[in-house]
């Protein structure tokens, strides 16, 4: 979404320029790193299917909801912001679901693993032959959808003084492509 300033006609709008605390974007930057290594490696683990599944979950969810708003907090603009309550709390479910669901997606699909303990070439490109590719692309779609939803209901929460939200398609294909991508390749690892 771009935002523009709103004057006295819709056709007068301008960009509303924008700075980043480096600081923020780090610390958002190393909070959704840190929950996805988690979550990844609760889904390694041989237990509790429904716990796990659980667990993995409410992490990767949090860090996702926590790197985002933490993101948001970095972004400096020269108007007033405020969140809704209602729609900032209630965006974070959006990304429950599905992801709840791609993770039992996923563990339904492991058979007998492997040593996890061989970190040899040989045992990744065994590991990646042998992998559920159908499972892990169905399940990275879910999560990307609730990424995404869970992103653009955030969105809707913000509300900044004197401004009107434009949606820019071109970002948000682009932003759906990127959650894709990210979602495979953590799956994979996982």
Known sequence: TLLTKQRNLPSDMSPIPLSFSSD?????????????????NILQMRSSR???AIAA?????????????????????HSDVDYGVGWTVGSIFFAYIPTFIAFLIIDSSRQDVRDTRDISLE???AAFKEAPHKH???SAALIAL???AMHYTGMQAMSVTGAHAEIQWGVVIASVVIA???ATAALYFA
């Open 123 to 125: 045992a990744h490109i």
């Open 146 to 148: 609730g990424v995404c």
């Open 180 to 182: 894709v991508f990210a």
């Open 24 to 40: 923020l974007v780090v610390i958002s930057y190393l909070v959704s790193v840190q929950a996805s290594y988690t979550a990844i």
């Open 57 to 77: 979950m409410c992490l990767s969810v949090s860090g996702i909801w926590s790197m985002h708003f933490i993101g948001m907090a970095a972004m400096k603009m």
């Open 50 to 52: 429904w716990l796990l």
């Open 136 to 138: 892990i692309g169905a």
